[in-house]
């Protein structure tokens, strides 16, 4: 086995799905597929015959299912499981078993490549709103309480840095959030799994959700510990709000509403993000489903709207359809009333561009620092089907462009330290965004710290091979270029 290659055994019932995978899982990226497996129960012969480093596995098959195949493995290879989330019992019961993550059959086939690595190298893969969703719904069906000894065993910053990786933050959002170094949060991230026997942190997440440690309602905090402002729950006010920078959550006023399992999620979300406009059913199928759709076939949206209407409807309101119509074409989201962060993510944006046209750059600051806030993780997060993917990337890359347009004031008012603080939290999340990259060097170069600019460079140029097999482009070369002959002469005048 060549050094650095990553060992995967397939196991899906369906060739075809099988074949998908080996064309996205490729020698030349740096994976080899190790063996492949029609059903769970060829799964411990398979592993006994060759090494592998992960096994990415499907739920449903005919004879041994993906949750039973997980458990025999006991935890020696770590297992990636494969889910259209048709069910949410199913994939509480997998995390249960031992799988160290899970990906939607119908993600892009970059998320798939970088879950397989994650997973390869010892991290977890899971989405802490989906995991808070299946586990509540896992309790409701079965008797068994919480596993594993009590969270008492805990210091309280043992406890803050569990409750945070319980709501799916990275070691570097744990880190600025709790304002450490993320080489503590990983020394208190082993004494946890060590005091509490959790083999990782997948099932240290699912450890938080059994003990209440974080609510089952989108992985928010239940007690008074402070939270970082992005993740923070909005305040109170009248009527009915929706989020989507982040979760997919709503609220009546100050009341959470339980908006059913992820696929119900997304068919909102399709019509929520296009308010007044009639959708189709089949572009809703189209949208939610993608190329896998429903055993049901429409038949299914009727109910799912159903229990939509029901959950939105304001106590006492009588009419039938609640916010969502029904037309001759299909079905219209009634926005009349209605908050949603992205109409207020627009409104910053708009301010930050009104008062910089205007000259004043602290306010243009101020106003994107309220708009960077409204996010509280990947937006749609964990929601399948391609139309909230192309949302979630839509959102992101505004995102992005908030980070770089902030940057770019704050260096203009000479904020060098602040700029530096902020990028290199934001570049430990987004290490392939070349513009952040060069704002970071130059506040870096600003203040003096050349080495740790001409770093960044080197950073950001060797995830740019591995992961895209691309070179730098021309406004970061020219950044380290400028950096490099300050170094190499110092004295030379501009």
């Given at each position: 086995?060549?050094?650095?290659?990553?060992?995967?055994?397939?196991?899906?019932?369906?060739?075809?799905?099988?074949?998908?995978?080996?064309?996205?899982?490729?020698?030349?990226?740096?994976?080899?597929?190790?063996?492949?497996?029609?059903?769970?129960?060829?799964?411990p012969?398979?592993?006994?015959?060759?090494?592998?480093?992960?096994?990415v596995?499907?739920?449903?098959?005919?004879?041994?299912?993906?949750?039973?195949?997980?458990?025999?493995?006991?935890?020696?290879?770590?297992?990636?499981?494969?889910?259209t989330?048709?069910?949410d019992?199913?994939?509480?019961?997998?995390?249960?078993?031992?799988?160290?993550?899970?990906?939607?059959?119908?993600?892009?086939?970059?998320?798939?490549?970088?879950?397989?690595?994650?997973?390869?190298?010892?991290?977890?893969?899971?989405?802490?709103?989906?995991?808070?969703?299946?586990?509540?719904?896992?309790?409701?069906?079965?008797?068994?309480?919480?596993?594993?000894?009590?969270?008492?065993?805990?210091?309280?910053?043992?406890?803050?840095?569990?409750?945070a990786?319980?709501?799916?933050?990275?070691?570097?959002?744990?880190?600025?959030?709790?304002?450490?170094?993320?080489?503590?949060?990983?020394?208190?991230?082993?004494?946890?799994?060590?005091?509490l026997?959790?083999?990782?942190?997948?099932?240290?997440?699912?450890?938080?959700?059994?003990?209440?440690?974080?609510?089952?309602?989108?992985?928010?905090?239940?007690?008074?510990?402070?939270?970082?402002?992005?993740?923070?729950?909005?305040?109170?006010?009248?009527?009915?709000?929706?989020?989507?920078?982040?979760?997919?959550?709503?609220?009546?006023?100050?009341?959470?509403?339980?908006?059913?399992?992820?696929?119900?999620?997304?068919?909102?979300?399709?019509?929520?993000?296009?308010?007044?406009?009639?959708?189709?059913?089949?572009?809703?199928?189209?949208?939610?489903?993608?190329?896998?759709?429903?055993?049901?076939?429409?038949?299914?949206?009727?109910?799912?709207?159903?229990?939509?209407?029901?959950?939105?409807?304001?106590?006492?309101?009588r009419?039938?359809?609640?916010?969502?119509?029904?037309?001759?074409?299909?079905?219209?989201?009634?926005?009349?009333?209605?908050?949603?962060?992205?109409?207020?993510?627009?409104?910053?944006?708009?301010?930050?561009?009104?008062?910089?046209?205007?000259?004043?750059?602290?306010?243009?600051?101020?106003?994107?620092?309220?708009?960077?806030?409204?996010f509280?993780?990947?937006?749609?997060?964990?929601?399948?089907?391609?139309?909230?993917?192309?949302?979630?990337?839509?959102?992101?890359?505004?995102?992005?462009?908030?980070?770089?347009?902030?940057?770019?004031?704050?260096?203009?008012?000479?904020?060098?330290?602040?700029?530096?603080?902020?990028?290199?939290?934001?570049?430990?999340?987004?290490?392939?965004?070349e513009?952040?990259?060069a704002?970071?060097?130059?506040?870096?170069?600003?203040?003096?710290?050349r080495?740790?600019?001409?770093?960044?460079?080197?950073?950001?140029?060797?995830r740019?091979?591995?992961?895209?097999?691309?070179?730098?482009?021309?406004?970061?070369?020219?950044?380290?270029?400028?950096?490099?002959?300050?170094?190499l002469?110092?004295?030379?005048?501009?």
């Amino acid at each position: 086995m060549t050094a650095g290659e990553i060992r995967v055994l397939l196991v899906d019932d369906q060739e075809l799905v099988r074949s998908g995978l080996r064309r996205i899982l490729r020698r030349r990226d740096g994976f080899v597929i190790a063996g492949e497996c029609a059903d769970g129960a060829e799964v411990p012969a398979a592993l006994a015959a060759t090494g592998v480093d992960v096994v990415v596995m499907d739920l449903r098959m005919k004879h041994v299912d993906g949750i039973e195949a997980t458990r025999r493995i006991g935890g020696r290879t770590p297992v990636l499981a494969l889910t259209t989330f048709d069910d949410d019992e199913l994939l509480a019961g997998v995390l249960r078993a031992g799988a160290v993550g899970y990906i939607l059959k119908d993600s892009p086939a970059e998320d798939l490549i970088r879950a397989v690595r994650a997973v390869a190298a010892g991290d977890a893969w899971l989405d802490a709103a989906v995991t808070a969703r299946v586990l509540t719904t896992y309790r409701r069906a079965s008797a068994e309480g919480p596993a594993g000894p009590p969270p008492g065993l805990l210091t309280p910053r043992e406890l803050d840095v569990l409750r945070a990786a319980g709501r799916g933050l990275t070691n570097a959002e744990i880190a600025a959030a709790l304002v450490v170094s993320e080489l503590t949060v990983k020394s208190h991230l082993s004494r946890i799994f060590a005091k509490l026997g959790l083999r990782d942190r997948a099932a240290a997440v699912v450890y938080a959700f059994d003990h209440g440690i974080v609510s089952p309602r989108a992985g928010a905090v239940v007690d008074d510990a402070p939270v970082p402002p992005s993740v923070a729950e909005p305040a109170p006010v009248p009527g009915l709000r929706f989020s989507v920078l982040g979760p997919m959550r709503a609220w009546r006023g100050g009341t959470p509403l339980d908006l059913g399992p992820v696929r119900q999620q997304a068919l909102l979300a399709a019509l929520v993000l296009r308010p007044g406009v009639t959708v189709g059913p089949g572009e809703l199928l189209d949208g939610v489903w993608g190329m896998e759709p429903p055993g049901t076939g429409g038949r299914v949206l009727p109910v799912y709207v159903h229990r939509l209407r029901k959950c939105l409807r304001a106590p006492g309101e009588r009419t039938p359809d609640s916010v969502i119509g029904r037309t001759r074409g299909g079905y219209r989201f009634d926005g009349a009333g209605v908050r949603i962060d992205t109409a207020r993510l627009a409104q910053l944006d708009a301010d930050a561009g009104a008062a910089e046209e205007a000259g004043d750059l602290a306010a243009a600051v101020s106003s994107c620092s309220a708009a960077l806030a409204l996010f509280h993780g990947e937006p749609l997060a964990g929601l399948p089907g391609p139309f909230a993917e192309g949302q979630r990337l839509r959102l992101s890359e505004r995102r992005c462009a908030l980070w770089t347009r902030k940057a770019r004031l704050q260096l203009r008012l000479g904020r060098y330290a602040a700029v530096a603080d902020e990028l290199s939290a934001v570049l430990a999340l987004e290490p392939l965004r070349e513009p952040l990259a060069a704002l970071l060097m130059r506040a870096l170069q600003a203040t003096g710290r050349r080495a740790e600019a001409i770093a960044v460079y080197g950073r950001t140029r060797d995830r740019l091979a591995a992961d895209l097999g691309v070179e730098p482009g021309e406004e970061l070369r020219r950044t380290h270029r400028a950096v490099v002959d300050e170094v190499l002469h110092p004295d030379f005048p501009g």
